[in-house]
Protein backbone atom coordinates (compact mmCIF):
# COMPACT_ATOMS: atom_id res chain seq x y z
CA UNK A 1 0.00 0.00 0.00
CA UNK A 2 2.87 2.39 0.91
CA UNK A 3 4.10 2.25 -2.78
CA UNK A 4 0.89 2.98 -4.26
CA UNK A 5 0.88 6.05 -2.43
CA UNK A 6 3.78 6.84 -3.38
CA UNK A 7 3.18 6.03 -7.40
CA UNK A 8 -0.32 8.27 -6.67
CA UNK A 9 1.75 10.85 -5.39
CA UNK A 10 4.08 10.90 -8.02
CA UNK A 11 2.16 10.46 -11.23
CA UNK A 12 0.06 13.24 -10.01
CA UNK A 13 2.97 15.44 -9.82
CA UNK A 14 3.69 14.63 -13.41
CA UNK A 15 0.55 15.67 -14.67
CA UNK A 16 -0.74 18.41 -13.17
CA UNK A 17 3.32 20.26 -13.39
CA UNK A 18 5.15 19.07 -16.47
CA UNK A 19 8.16 21.64 -15.77
CA UNK A 20 8.37 19.84 -12.12
CA UNK A 21 7.99 16.11 -13.94
CA UNK A 22 11.03 17.14 -16.00
CA UNK A 23 13.08 17.28 -12.83
CA UNK A 24 11.72 14.47 -11.14
CA UNK A 25 12.69 12.19 -14.10
CA UNK A 26 16.55 13.75 -13.61
CA UNK A 27 16.66 13.20 -9.88
CA UNK A 28 14.05 10.18 -9.74
CA UNK A 29 11.68 8.78 -7.48
CA UNK A 30 11.27 9.96 -3.75
CA UNK A 31 8.52 8.18 -1.21
CA UNK A 32 5.81 10.30 0.08
CA UNK A 33 7.10 11.16 4.11
CA UNK A 34 6.01 8.48 6.10
CA UNK A 35 4.66 8.86 9.98
CA UNK A 36 6.97 7.72 12.62
CA UNK A 37 6.75 6.89 16.30
CA UNK A 38 8.17 10.38 18.13
CA UNK A 39 9.10 12.23 21.03
CA UNK A 40 7.13 15.80 21.25
CA UNK A 41 9.82 17.12 23.82
CA UNK A 42 12.63 15.25 22.26
CA UNK A 43 11.46 16.69 18.45
CA UNK A 44 11.39 20.13 19.45
CA UNK A 45 14.07 20.43 21.41
CA UNK A 46 16.25 19.01 18.57
CA UNK A 47 14.40 21.22 16.70
CA UNK A 48 15.18 24.76 18.56
CA UNK A 49 19.05 23.14 18.81
CA UNK A 50 19.31 22.67 15.07
CA UNK A 51 17.68 26.03 14.37
CA UNK A 52 20.52 27.99 12.19
CA UNK A 53 23.31 26.10 12.28
CA UNK A 54 24.65 23.27 9.80
CA UNK A 55 23.99 19.62 10.35
CA UNK A 56 27.07 18.28 11.63
CA UNK A 57 27.44 20.95 14.08
CA UNK A 58 24.04 20.94 15.42
CA UNK A 59 24.20 16.88 15.80
CA UNK A 60 27.59 17.87 17.98
CA UNK A 61 25.58 20.11 20.30
CA UNK A 62 22.57 18.01 20.73
CA UNK A 63 24.69 15.09 21.31
CA UNK A 64 26.14 17.01 24.07
CA UNK A 65 22.88 18.34 25.57
CA UNK A 66 21.57 14.34 25.55
CA UNK A 67 24.61 14.11 28.09
CA UNK A 68 24.04 17.18 29.84
CA UNK A 69 20.57 16.27 30.60
CA UNK A 70 21.10 12.23 31.62
CA UNK A 71 20.54 10.68 27.99
CA UNK A 72 16.39 10.88 27.85
CA UNK A 73 15.31 14.43 26.86
CA UNK A 74 12.24 15.00 28.81
CA UNK A 75 10.41 17.83 30.11
CA UNK A 76 11.74 17.22 33.69
CA UNK A 77 15.44 16.96 32.74
CA UNK A 78 15.22 20.12 30.77
CA UNK A 79 13.66 21.70 33.54
CA UNK A 80 16.56 20.54 36.21
CA UNK A 81 19.64 20.77 34.15
CA UNK A 82 21.00 24.18 34.88
CA UNK A 83 22.51 26.79 32.15
CA UNK A 84 25.58 26.11 33.12
CA UNK A 85 25.37 22.78 31.43
CA UNK A 86 23.50 23.83 28.34
CA UNK A 87 25.95 26.49 27.72
CA UNK A 88 28.95 23.98 28.49
CA UNK A 89 27.12 21.98 25.71
CA UNK A 90 27.76 24.26 23.21
CA UNK A 91 23.56 25.90 23.72
CA UNK A 92 23.17 29.39 23.28
CA UNK A 93 21.38 31.68 25.62
CA UNK A 94 18.39 32.32 23.62
CA UNK A 95 18.07 28.69 22.90
CA UNK A 96 18.83 27.66 26.49
CA UNK A 97 15.72 29.87 27.45
CA UNK A 98 13.66 28.05 24.73
CA UNK A 99 14.62 24.81 25.97
CA UNK A 100 13.05 25.75 29.36
CA UNK A 101 10.23 27.37 28.06
CA UNK A 102 9.51 24.00 26.04
CA UNK A 103 10.15 22.06 29.71
CA UNK A 104 7.19 24.72 31.40
CA UNK A 105 4.71 24.28 29.00
CA UNK A 106 5.07 20.22 28.31
CA UNK A 107 4.98 20.12 32.37
CA UNK A 108 2.28 22.44 32.67
CA UNK A 109 0.12 20.01 29.92
CA UNK A 110 -0.06 22.87 27.59
CA UNK A 111 1.24 20.90 24.65
CA UNK A 112 -0.97 18.01 22.87
CA UNK A 113 0.57 14.81 22.98
CA UNK A 114 1.78 13.16 19.99
CA UNK A 115 -0.91 10.96 19.56
CA UNK A 116 -3.47 14.06 19.69
CA UNK A 117 -1.53 15.84 16.96
CA UNK A 118 -2.31 12.82 14.84
CA UNK A 119 -6.16 13.75 14.74
CA UNK A 120 -5.32 17.65 14.76
CA UNK A 121 -5.79 20.15 11.21
CA UNK A 122 -2.22 21.60 10.48
CA UNK A 123 -3.30 25.15 11.32
CA UNK A 124 -4.90 23.56 14.75
CA UNK A 125 -0.96 22.22 15.34
CA UNK A 126 0.83 24.82 14.36
CA UNK A 127 -1.11 27.20 16.66
CA UNK A 128 -1.25 24.88 19.53
CA UNK A 129 3.03 24.60 19.00
CA UNK A 130 3.84 27.96 18.18
CA UNK A 131 2.97 28.50 22.15
CA UNK A 132 6.59 27.86 22.56
CA UNK A 133 9.71 29.83 22.61
CA UNK A 134 12.00 29.74 19.56
CA UNK A 135 9.07 27.71 17.40
CA UNK A 136 7.71 28.77 14.99
CA UNK A 137 5.38 27.94 11.72
CA UNK A 138 8.28 26.39 9.74
CA UNK A 139 9.69 24.34 12.47
CA UNK A 140 5.63 23.05 12.79
CA UNK A 141 5.48 22.19 9.67
CA UNK A 142 8.63 20.24 9.10
CA UNK A 143 7.15 18.26 12.26
CA UNK A 144 3.77 17.77 10.37
CA UNK A 145 5.95 16.49 7.59
CA UNK A 146 8.59 14.37 8.37
CA UNK A 147 6.99 12.92 12.05
CA UNK A 148 3.54 12.98 11.06
CA UNK A 149 3.88 12.30 7.74
CA UNK A 150 1.26 14.93 6.50
CA UNK A 151 1.46 14.44 2.49
CA UNK A 152 0.48 17.91 1.85
CA UNK A 153 2.36 20.19 3.48
CA UNK A 154 4.17 23.53 1.71
CA UNK A 155 5.79 25.74 4.18
CA UNK A 156 5.67 28.65 1.91
CA UNK A 157 8.28 30.59 3.62
CA UNK A 158 11.04 27.97 3.21
CA UNK A 159 13.72 29.17 1.09
CA UNK A 160 14.82 25.99 -0.61
CA UNK A 161 11.32 25.24 -1.08
CA UNK A 162 10.89 28.81 -3.20
CA UNK A 163 14.58 28.44 -4.99
CA UNK A 164 13.41 25.13 -6.31
CA UNK A 165 10.29 26.62 -7.74
CA UNK A 166 12.27 28.96 -9.33
CA UNK A 167 14.79 27.14 -10.71
CA UNK A 168 11.59 24.42 -11.87
CA UNK A 169 9.51 27.44 -13.84
CA UNK A 170 11.97 29.81 -14.70
CA UNK A 171 10.88 32.87 -12.59
CA UNK A 172 12.84 35.23 -12.41
CA UNK A 173 13.24 36.09 -9.06
CA UNK A 174 12.27 33.72 -5.71
CA UNK A 175 8.65 33.46 -5.76
CA UNK A 176 6.72 34.99 -2.92
CA UNK A 177 4.06 33.44 -0.57
CA UNK A 178 1.19 34.25 -2.55
CA UNK A 179 2.80 32.94 -5.71
CA UNK A 180 4.28 30.14 -4.48
CA UNK A 181 0.84 29.22 -2.65
CA UNK A 182 -0.47 29.56 -6.12
CA UNK A 183 1.75 27.72 -8.23
CA UNK A 184 1.47 25.02 -5.13
CA UNK A 185 -2.35 24.75 -5.95
CA UNK A 186 -1.39 22.14 -8.83
CA UNK A 187 0.31 20.01 -6.66
CA UNK A 188 -2.28 19.23 -4.32
CA UNK A 189 -2.86 16.58 -2.34
CA UNK A 190 0.73 16.13 -2.33
CA UNK A 191 2.79 18.82 -1.55
CA UNK A 192 4.71 17.10 0.66
CA UNK A 193 6.45 15.41 -1.76
CA UNK A 194 6.51 18.52 -4.10
CA UNK A 195 8.43 20.28 -1.30
CA UNK A 196 10.87 17.33 -0.92
CA UNK A 197 10.85 17.30 -4.96
CA UNK A 198 11.29 21.01 -5.24
CA UNK A 199 14.41 20.91 -2.31
CA UNK A 200 16.84 18.46 -4.27
CA UNK A 201 15.93 20.57 -7.59
CA UNK A 202 18.39 22.68 -5.51
CA UNK A 203 20.79 20.02 -4.68
CA UNK A 204 20.94 18.95 -8.32
CA UNK A 205 21.37 22.00 -9.58
CA UNK A 206 24.27 22.90 -6.96
CA UNK A 207 25.94 19.77 -8.07
CA UNK A 208 25.42 20.80 -12.00
CA UNK A 209 27.21 23.91 -11.15
CA UNK A 210 30.29 22.15 -9.47
CA UNK A 211 30.93 19.64 -11.67
Known amino acids: MSSDIDATARAHLRQSDARLAVWMDRIGDIPVPRAERFSLVQALARSIIYQQLNGKAAQTIFGRMQQAV????????????DDEQLRAAGVSGAKARALKDLADHALARRLPSAAALQQMADDEAIERLTIVRGIGPWTVQMLLMFRLGRIDILPLSDYGVRAGARL????????????????????????????????????????????
Do not use: C, F, M
Not at 70 to 81: E, N
Not at 180 to 201: D, T
Open 168 to 211: VHGLDDLPGHAQLAELGEAWRPYRSLASLYLWRVVDSAKENQDQ
Open 70 to 81: GGSITARALKQV
